[in-house]
């Protein structure tokens, strides 16, 4: 599945829904959305949003975007992530689900992401 990933609270992406395109607070306060690749998105999400239940993993078709994606490194480090530069059309998620934490507060990898090897 050639998608890239981005962690949404619920009561955004519902916003998003109703509006017709999803505007993450990053894109005000950075100028872009985050997103990640399935490699990356367990760092990420246990890096940033451990413990927190009302989430939703966003699929998206990285082909079908509107927004420019750039793929940038943060700064100190060498790992490009992919980042949209503009709201995401919602037309362009192809899947939601929801993503909640284990008990101890870390995330696991839905069972149909699959890192590349």
Partial sequence: ?????????????????AEGAYRAESLAT???IHTS?????????NALFK?????VLLYIDPH??????????PPGS???FPHLYGPL???AVIKVVDFLPDDDGLFTLPA?????E
């Fill in 51 to 55: 413990g927190q239940r009302d989430l």
């Fill in 78 to 80: 060498q790992e490009a």
């Fill in 30 to 32: 950075q100028g872009f």
């Fill in 1 to 17: 599945m050639n998608v890239i990933l981005h962690i949404a609270y619920r009561a955004q992406w519902l916003r998003g829904q």
């Fill in 89 to 91: 059309n919602t037309d």
């Fill in 37 to 45: 690749r399935p490699h990356q998105l367990l760092r990420v999400a």
């Fill in 64 to 73: 079908a975007v509107s927004a420019a994606i750039k793929y940038e490194a």
């Fill in 112 to 116: 149909d992401v699959t890192p590349p």
